[in-house]
């Protein structure tokens, strides 16, 4: 299979290419542009940050503090693509780049110049994002949802807001057509798709997610686009449109974006706790199917980000019991986590405490999840700081969490390096306890009522707004010590990390040194089941 | 370079099949997406 790809990689270079414009610009090599990704993930976690703490100032107390409404409301659509479509997705994608093509024992990904155009057009597109800015009529303010008929009364700056996406959506396919011919074509011999590890797995689904609705979101804002300058009339009531249609479309997109955004998540915390629990993972198959599970049904929920826009009582139902159903394969990979854990020979290291706390941060996101897909339930939370609240834990306290502790577990790996555990402790504490104050109270603000998206407020939700304030204040803070442990860990630590890194770790990225070569398998590894991560075949 | 086309393996020449028709599955996908709201509003 993957044996002619290896043997044909053997005949160039095995070092870096020297200088920085071929090093990194030029670059066809998975692990540097999987490193470029992550850098560029990094960078917008701090801009899409320091949004989200210019929202935390602005709410810290009742009345206009310290920016004009208008410039609240471009943060906040702006935070949420910067930190989704900049952040988290990119993460993914880097740390895909880079440990796929090593977990299934292939020479590089299976198109490598389209990998360095997967993405150089990020920059690109965020610079455009990010520039709407200083746009005359301002950045388009009508949350990251761009509903019509609000967004289109904004300025032509719009225009920029949906060419940038676009690219996004162009960079996001690359990736998945990548990751897709990547694990189908280059596994290793003896690697079958049932014995790959479940992050190997979980991003194979979410490739196929994203290639399903990356374009639907293209359609949506082409269709944007094209109302508000060509004169046609998808949205509009007047030219015999519909503004509802627009939300259905997006939907369609915008809840498997939920899914591309967490089973990697799951991917990679199914790496983790086998790994520190000193065991192979719970019910290996049935992971893999409840990820496939939760794929399918991500298709046929998405209405249930629109109960109050007047659906039959029908499709009001039917989405409220597919949406109650998705509960049922995440309750299985919950229990096959703490499954996992139960009786192991655990130990606590940094990305052991991420991963815990994810399991029990996510469920509670997903609890309140549950909630909301109650339809009677479901008008009293809408539109509120409950909503906000249930998506942040997801989203930050689950995907940003295990990215976090991805990126403390295979760090030593990628660096050669060890990083400081006293800092990475001290980091995880302070971010967990930080994130509960920041996010826990905005449950309390959306049950009295407190809408979403607003920069001012009543006075009865002082007290809670200004604790979960503090709390961003210092959970953004904390982040800063993410930064330092990488620093110290790439440049300034002493202490050198072995190939297997972690003592309970299984996978073929384990029997590569510590920085792997640039050229990861230069001929095909033997598959040696007693060494594979977590695959069926120790069962 | 792994992907000169005039010595590319199986495997590559493969995965740019797989990629080709991936690619134009996510180009259906977008024209689906506009035709279908077409069809929409226009009650065809």
């Given at each position: 299979?993957?044996?002619?790809?290896?043997?044909?990689?053997?005949?160039?270079?095995?070092?870096?290419?020297?200088?920085?414009?071929?090093?990194?610009?030029?670059?066809?090599?998975?692990?540097?542009?999987?490193?470029?990704?992550?850098?560029?993930?990094?960078?917008?976690?701090?801009?899409?940050?320091?949004?989200?703490?210019?929202?935390?100032?602005?709410?810290?107390?009742?009345?206009?503090?310290?920016?004009?409404?208008?410039?609240?409301?471009?943060?906040?659509?702006?935070?949420?693509?910067?930190?989704?479509?900049?952040?988290?997705?990119?993460?993914?994608?880097?740390?895909?780049?880079?440990?796929?093509?090593?977990?299934?024992?292939?020479?590089?990904?299976?198109?490598?110049?389209?990998?360095?155009?997967?993405?150089?057009?990020?920059?690109?597109?965020?610079?455009?994002?990010?520039?709407?800015?200083?746009?005359?009529?301002?950045?388009?303010?009508?949350?990251?949802?761009?509903?019509p008929?609000?967004?289109?009364?904004?300025?032509?700056?719009?225009?920029?807001?949906i060419?940038?996406?676009?690219?996004?959506?162009?960079?996001?396919?690359?990736?998945?057509?990548?990751?897709?011919?990547?694990?189908?074509?280059?596994?290793?011999?003896?690697?079958?798709?049932?014995?790959?590890?479940?992050?190997?797995?979980?991003?194979?689904?979410?490739?196929?997610?994203?290639?399903?609705?990356?374009?639907?979101?293209a359609g949506a804002v082409t269709m944007l686009l094209t109302d508000k300058?060509f004169?046609t009339s998808f949205f509009?009531?007047?030219?015999?449109g519909?503004?509802?249609l627009y939300?259905?479309v997006?939907?369609?997109?915008?809840?498997?974006?939920?899914?591309?955004?967490?089973?990697?998540?799951?991917?990679?915390?199914?790496?983790?706790?086998?790994?520190?629990?000193?065991?192979?993972?719970?019910?290996?198959?049935?992971?893999?199917?409840?990820?496939?599970?939760?794929?399918?049904?991500?298709?046929?929920?998405?209405?249930?980000?629109?109960?109050?826009?007047?659906?039959?009582?029908?499709?009001?139902?039917?989405?409220?019991?597919?949406?109650?159903?998705?509960?049922?394969?995440?309750?299985?990979?919950?229990?096959?986590?703490?499954?996992?854990?139960?009786?192991?020979?655990?130990?606590?290291?940094?990305?052991?405490?991420?991963?815990?706390?994810?399991?029990?941060?996510?469920?509670?996101?997903?609890?309140?999840?549950?909630?909301?897909?109650?339809?009677?339930?479901?008008?009293?939370?809408?539109?509120?700081?409950?909503?906000?609240?249930?998506?942040?834990?997801?989203?930050?306290?689950?995907?940003?969490?295990?990215?976090?502790?991805?990126?403390?577990?295979?760090?030593?790996?990628?660096?050669?390096?060890?990083?400081?555990?006293?800092?990475?402790?001290?980091?995880?504490?302070?971010?967990?306890?930080?994130?509960?104050?920041?996010?826990?109270?905005?449950?309390?603000?959306?049950?009295?009522?407190?809408?979403?998206?607003?920069?001012?407020?009543?006075?009865?939700?002082?007290?809670?707004?200004?604790?979960?304030?503090?709390?961003?204040?210092?959970?953004?803070?904390?982040?800063?010590?993410?930064?330092?442990?990488?620093?110290?860990?790439?440049?300034?630590?002493?202490?050198?990390?072995?190939?297997?890194?972690?003592?309970?770790?299984?996978?073929?990225?384990?029997?590569?040194?510590?920085?792997?070569?640039?050229?990861?398998?230069?001929?095909?590894?033997?598959?040696?089941?007693?060494?594979?991560?977590?695959?069926?075949?120790?069962? | 370079?792994?992907?000169?086309?005039?010595?590319?393996?199986?495997?590559?020449?493969?995965?740019?099949?797989?990629?080709?028709?991936?690619?134009?599955?996510?180009?259906?996908?977008?024209?689906?997406s506009i035709?279908?709201q077409l069809?929409?509003v226009?009650?065809?």
């Amino acid at each position: 299979m993957a044996h002619d790809a290896a043997l044909m990689h053997d005949d160039h270079h095995h070092e870096a290419p020297e200088g920085f414009f071929h090093r990194w610009v030029m670059s066809t090599n998975h692990k540097d542009i999987g490193t470029l990704y992550l850098i560029f993930s990094l960078t917008m976690f701090f801009i899409g940050g320091a949004f989200a703490m210019g929202i935390r100032a602005e709410l810290f107390k009742p009345g206009m503090q310290l920016m004009q409404p208008y410039f609240f409301n471009e943060l906040t659509p702006h935070h949420a693509l910067g930190i989704i479509f900049g952040a988290i997705m990119p993460a993914f994608v880097g740390l895909a780049n880079w440990m796929v093509p090593i977990m299934i024992g292939a020479p590089d990904m299976a198109l490598p110049r389209m990998n360095n155009l997967s993405f150089w057009i990020l920059p690109f597109a965020f610079c455009l994002l990010l520039s709407t800015f200083f746009m005359p009529g301002g950045a388009p303010a009508a949350g990251w949802t761009m509903y019509p008929p609000l967004v289109l009364q904004g300025g032509d700056a719009i225009a920029f807001m949906i060419f940038a996406i676009h690219l996004m959506g162009i960079s996001s396919i690359m990736g998945a057509i990548n990751i897709i011919a990547t694990i189908l074509n280059m596994r290793a011999p003896g690697m079958d798709l049932l014995k790959m590890p479940l992050f190997c797995w979980s991003w194979l689904i979410t490739a196929f997610l994203l290639l399903a609705v990356m374009p639907v979101l293209a359609g949506a804002v082409t269709m944007l686009l094209t109302d508000k300058f060509f004169g046609t009339s998808f949205f509009n009531v007047g030219g015999g449109g519909d503004p509802v249609l627009y939300q259905h479309v997006f939907w369609f997109f915008g809840h498997p974006e939920v899914y591309i955004m967490i089973l990697p998540a799951f991917g990679l915390i199914s790496e983790i706790i086998p790994t520190f629990a000193r065991k192979p993972i719970f019910g290996y198959k049935a992971m893999v199917y409840a990820i496939a599970c939760i794929a399918f049904l991500s298709f046929i929920v998405w209405s249930h980000h629109m109960f109050t826009v007047g659906l039959p009582i029908g499709s009001e139902l039917f989405f409220m019991y597919a949406t109650m159903l998705i509960a049922v394969p995440t309750g299985v990979k919950v229990f096959n986590w703490v499954t996992t854990m139960w009786r192991g020979s655990m130990t606590f290291e940094t990305p052991m405490l991420w991963a815990i706390a994810f399991v029990i941060l996510f469920t509670i996101g997903g609890f309140s999840g549950v909630m909301m897909a109650l339809v009677p339930a479901d008008f009293q939370y809408n539109q509120t700081y409950f909503i906000v609240a249930h998506f942040h834990y997801v989203l930050v306290t689950g995907a940003a969490f295990a990215i976090i502790a991805a990126v403390y577990y295979w760090l030593p790996k990628w660096t050669g390096n060890m990083y400081s555990e006293f800092w990475g402790k001290l980091h995880f504490w302070n971010s967990a306890i930080w994130v509960n104050v920041l996010f826990f109270p905005q449950h309390f603000l959306g049950l009295a009522g407190m809408p979403r998206r607003i920069p001012d407020y009543n006075v009865a939700f002082a007290d809670f707004n200004m604790i979960s304030s503090i709390g961003g204040f210092l959970f953004g803070a904390s982040q800063l010590i993410f930064v330092g442990v990488v620093i110290h860990c790439v440049w300034f630590s002493k202490k050198r990390a072995p190939a297997k890194v972690w003592e309970g770790a299984r996978g073929l990225e384990w029997t590569l040194s510590s920085p792997p070569p640039h050229h990861s398998f230069s001929t095909p590894p033997v598959i040696d089941d007693s060494v594979l991560a977590h695959g069926d075949v120790l069962h | 370079m792994a992907t000169d086309s005039k010595n590319i393996s199986n495997s590559q020449r493969t995965a740019r099949r797989t990629a080709w028709v991936l690619g134009i599955i996510a180009v259906a996908m977008f024209v689906l997406s506009i035709v279908q709201q077409l069809a929409l509003v226009h009650h065809l």
